[in-house]
Each structure stands twice: as C-alpha cells, then as structure tokens.
C-alpha cells in the first residue's frame, strides 16, 4: 500500500458526460500528480500540482482540469467524455519539489460507453 | 525532448534464473534521475528501483539491480532468481533534475515479463 488512495477505483459513462476523479496523497506529500494510462500502453503524464499550484503540464487536454485543494487532495475533471478516454488513471504523490520518488494510488478505470 | 525506449516488449524467463531488460533514454541533462516500476495484473505501479544520475555505482534492491551507462544513455534492469511474483509489466522512467523545476516522469512503452515455472 503506497499510502495513496484514488476513488473511484471504477467508472462507466457515456460519451458527452464529464466525470470528477478523486486523489488523496499520502500523509504530508505536496505534490500530485495525474497520469493516463491507456490500454496495454505506458503512462502518459497530464498534469502536477504542488500545495496547491500548477507546477507542469503534459499533452492534457483542454477537456480536462484539476486542481489542488488546501487539505492537498486533487481532483481532475473529465468533460465532454469521447470512447479514447477510456483509460486507467493514476494519482502520484511526492514529499515535495525536490523529491524525486513518486508513489502511485491504485488508479481510477474510466470506461466510456 | 526527452525519451525513453524499451526495445522489448515481451520477455520470458524460467523461474531461479536470471533476466535483464533493457532501457534506453535521450536526454541533454546533465542531472536526472531514473527508475524501474513494476505493474502486475493489479495495474498497481509498485517502485523497484532508482537511480540518481550523479552516482557512478549502480543501485541494488535485493534481487534487482541495474547496468547504469550514463555515456551511452543506457540503464538496464537485471532480476536475478526471477520468481512467479516478478511476473508484471515493467517500465523505465526518467525524470529532470530539482532545478528544472518540474518533476514529470517520463516513461517508455513497458516490457512484459512472464516468468515461467
């Protein structure tokens, strides 16, 4: 157990639909991370947030948006839902900006229908 | 741009021996760091080991070590005794150093690894 948790651990939903993935990291980490992981692919990173600031950006798309809430949880927003979003989404923590080592949460399946 | 490659998709490897899995990355960095993940059928990514760029001996966890190259951009991942367990997916990351103020990782596309008993 990395001490990361994620909910939902599934999701199913329509195309056009907009979801709200949920991240809490583990115990004193400032930074989150998002990262998409589509089928049998490695892991694309999204977006970081630290205590509570956008730090970086990857490929994420405007249809998405997260954020970092003061208590240092993160959320990412999934709108307007197409069948290629249909992945697994990780949440990673990390002690802070000088901190290398990420630890993952145990990912949110996202199944548009 | 940074980038990694994994030129083997599939490997197989009888239990008790040992197999090596090979990670390739492009970088003009002087300072990174960079990591073996393990994914096994649990999609959980589980750290197996890591390395800063500025050290010259090659990190060691137990069974796994790793062939850190940093002239030729190499860091391969060997699993000595390969075990049942050890069957997964496996990825290389890199990631900048501090000072480039970002701390994304970047990953290659994965080595499926099946241990055979």
């Known amino acids: 157990d990395s001490g990361v948790t994620q909910t939902p651990k599934h999701l199913i939903t329509a195309t056009g639909q907009r979801v709200t993935l949920r991240c809490s990291p583990r115990?004193?980490?400032?930074?989150v991370y998002w990262y998409q992981q589509s089928l049998d692919q490695g892991l694309q990173f999204l977006i970081q947030y630290y205590n509570g600031e956008e730090r970086a950006k990857g490929n994420i798309l405007e249809r998405f948006s997260a954020q970092q809430f003061p208590d240092l949880h993160s959320e990412l927003n999934l709108s307007s839902l197409e069948l290629g979003d249909s992945a697994l989404y990780f949440c990673?923590?990390?002690?802070?900006?000088?901190?290398?080592?990420?630890?993952f949460g145990p990912g949110t399946r996202l199944t548009v229908t | 741009a940074q980038t990694v490659t994994q030129s083997q998709p599939e490997m197989s490897v009888q239990e008790a021996e040992t197999v090596t899995l090979s990670c390739t990355y492009d970088?003009?960095?002087?300072?990174?760091?960079l990591f073996w993940y393990k994914q096994p059928p649990s999609r959980q990514m589980i750290l197996v080991i890591r390395?800063?760029?500025?050290?010259?001996q090659n990190a060691t966890e137990n069974r796994f070590s790793v062939n850190f190259q940093k002239a030729a951009k190499s860091f391969s991942l060997k699993i000595s005794d390969s075990q049942l367990g050890d069957t997964a997916m496996y990825f290389c990351a890199f990631m900048k150093g501090a000072a480039s103020g970002t701390y994304k990782y970047i990953f290659g596309t994965g080595t499926r690894l099946k241990v055979l008993a």
């Open positions: 390395q800063e760029a500025y050290k010259q």
């Open positions: 970088t003009s960095e002087n300072n990174y760091y």
């Open positions: 115990s004193g980490d400032l930074s």
């Open positions: 990673a923590s990390s002690a802070g900006q000088a901190t290398y080592e990420q630890y």
